[in-house]
C-alpha cells in the first residue's frame, strides 16, 4: 500500500564506501526526485527524472549517480562517501495533474562515519 | 533560486493563531504548502495556482498574492497535531525550490 518506498531507512558507512539508496512509487506518477535535507532541515533538490529521462541535475558532486530503470524506480548511487554527505534523503514523485503536490517518500538517514 | 520563509520559528498556546509567509524574488506561478513532523517526510497540504486564490484544509488556509509573488500560511485556533516545520515550495517546470522552513512548536 506504501505510495512511495526508500530502502534502506538507515544506512550507517565509512568513509570512503559505495552506497545504493532505491526509491519505488506505485502511484503511476511520471516523474520522480531526489531531494537532500541536511541538518538545518534545509530540502534542497538533486535529480529529476520524468519518464526515465533526466531533467533536472543541480550541482551535486559527480560521486552521486542517479538510474531510473523505469519510471516507477529512482535510485541513487553514492561513490566514495565523505562525511558532509551525512544527511537524510528523500525520494519524491508527482503525478501530472498539476493540482496535485509531491509524495514523499519516508526518507533515509545516512550517517558516514 | 528559493523563497524566503518567515518567521523561522513561532511558538503557540493551543487555541492561538499563525501566520507563515512566503516570498519570491522571481515570478510565482504556483505555491506549495508542506509540512513535516519530526522524524518523518514532508505531508503536502495545498497547491495554490493562481493569483488571489484561497485554499483550505482542516483549520489551516493559504492565501497567494501573484502580483506581491507572496503567499501566506495561516493556521487558526492550533492544535497540537500542527506542531512541526512548514515549507513553502515554488515549482517551476517539474523543478520545485523549498524555503528554509518555519518551525512551529504548539503547546499545551
Known amino acids: 500500500d506504501t505510495a512511495v518506498s526508500q530502502t534502506p531507512k538507515y544506512l550507517v558507512t565509512q568513509m570512503g564506501n559505495d552506497k545504493s539508496i532505491k526509491c519505488e512509487q506505485n502511484?503511476?506518477?511520471?516523474?520522480m526526485y531526489w531531494y537532500k535535507q541536511d541538518s538545518k532541515k534545509f530540502l534542497k533538490i538533486m535529480f529529476s527524472?520524468?519518464?526515465?529521462?533526466?531533467?533536472i541535475n543541480e550541482t551535486v558532486p559527480n560521486r552521486f549517480s542517479p538510474k531510473s530503470p523505469d519510471k516507477a524506480h529512482l535510485n541513487l548511487h553514492i561513490n566514495s562517501l565523505e562525511l558532509g554527505d551525512s544527511a537524510v534523503y528523500f525520494c519524491?514523485?508527482?503525478?501530472?495533474?498539476?493540482?496535485?503536490?509531491?509524495?514523499f517518500g519516508s526518507g533515509t538517514r545516512l550517517t558516514v562515519v | 533560486q528559493q523563497p524566503v520563509q518567515s518567521p523561522q520559528a513561532v511558538i503557540l498556546r493551543e487555541g492561538e493563531d499563525a501566520v507563515i509567509n512566503c516570498s519570491s524574488s522571481?515570478?510565482?506561478?504556483?505555491v506549495h504548502w508542506y509540512r513535516q513532523k519530526h522524524g518523518e517526510a514532508p505531508v503536502f497540504l495545498m497547491i495554490?495556482?493562481?493569483?488571489?486564490e484561497q485554499k483550505g484544509h482542516e483549520k489551516i488556509s493559504a492565501s497567494f498574492n501573484e502580483k506581491k509573488q507572496q503567499s501566506s500560511l495561516y493556521l487558526t485556533a492550533s492544535q497540537l497535531s500542527y506542531s512541526g516545520t512548514y515549507f513553502c515550495?515554488?515549482?517551476?517546470?517539474?523543478?520545485?525550490?523549498f524555503g528554509a522552513g518555519t518551525r512551529l512548536t504548539v503547546k499545551p
Open positions: 519524491a514523485s508527482r503525478g501530472q495533474d498539476r493540482r496535485g503536490g509531491y509524495t
Open positions: 502511484l503511476g506518477h511520471d516523474t
Open positions: 527524472y520524468n519518464n526515465k529521462e533526466l531533467i
Open positions: 522571481k515570478a510565482l506561478y504556483s
Open positions: 495554490l495556482l493562481k493569483g488571489g
Open positions: 515550495g515554488t515549482l517551476n517546470n517539474n523543478d520545485m525550490r
